[in-house]
């Protein structure tokens, strides 16, 4: 008498969870208009992939790109009062993503 043997099979579709920005920080908080500014961001991906970030800088006056780096430094053209904001992009390997920003209003410099 021969075993007969059953062979099954399972597929199991895994979904891509997509990264969160959950928040973004720019220092100094009360920047002057010649300051350099430095923005962080703190994500996650459920999936633990690596994520890339992307950084952009805005003068909303105008909104004017002013960069693309995680720091910025401020010049004589920038004004009191005026509002510059980073933007955080997280991307994963499949590509999804997810933004997050923060805006600082500049103040005077400081005298001596």
Do not use: K
Not at 39 to 57: F, I, N, P, Q, R
């Amino acid at each position: 008498m021969q075993e007969e043997s059953a062979t099954t099979s399972a597929s199991v579709i895994l979904e891509n969870s997509p990264p969160v920005v959950s928040s973004v920080d720019i220092t100094p908080a009360d920047p002057s208009t010649t300051d350099l500014l430095t923005c962080s961001a703190s994500t996650s991906d459920s999936d633990m992939e690596s994520l890339a970030l992307g950084y952009e800088w805005t003068r909303l006056s105008d909104g004017s790109i002013l960069g693309t780096d995680p720091t910025f430094q401020l010049d004589s053209s920038f004004s009191e009062g005026e509002e510059i904001q980073c933007e955080v992009t997280a991307v994963d390997g499949h590509g999804d993503s997810d933004t997050g920003l923060s805006t600082v209003v500049l103040s005077l410099d400081d005298q001596p």
